[in-house]
């Protein structure tokens, strides 16, 4: 029996002006502000929107439901999770799964994992966090779990 083989592809994806995707890249379902650009080996899913002037650098994957904001740096590799399995399992029920939000200029830095939770603007998350909480101060956060390592000016 063979396997079912489906293209990566640009389905349904709503686009600013000046947008550059470099393929192959799967994103659906989702929004794109004017002058973002998207690396290769990138998957953004439905109802994900990411901001102006943003860039979201090779083999990111960014789940259903996350707003970036504008003008933020998403590293090589970033992956960003919306389903906890609370129940010990995969959630077929997308009703019940977090929400991600970074606010402008938000970096992150690459390996980094981003679960379901806020971020204000301006943060800055070094490589390899673990993101677990909302950040709502603007400063520098790493490690597993990612912690505040100093603040920023406002």
Known sequence: MQPQLREVALREVVTGQNVTVYQPANLYGCTLEDEVFVGPFVEIQARSHIGRGSKIQSHTFICEDVHIGEHCFIGHGVMFANDMFHSGRP?????????IRLGAGVSVGSGATILAVSI???????????????????GIYAGNPARLLRLLDA
């Not at 204000?120 to 603007?138: E, L, M, R």
């Open 120 to 138: 204000c603007d301006g943060a800055v998350i070094g490589a390899g966090s673990v993101v677990t909480k909302n950040i709502t101060q603007k």
């Open 91 to 99: 959630d077929p029920d997308r009703a019940s799964w977090g929400r």
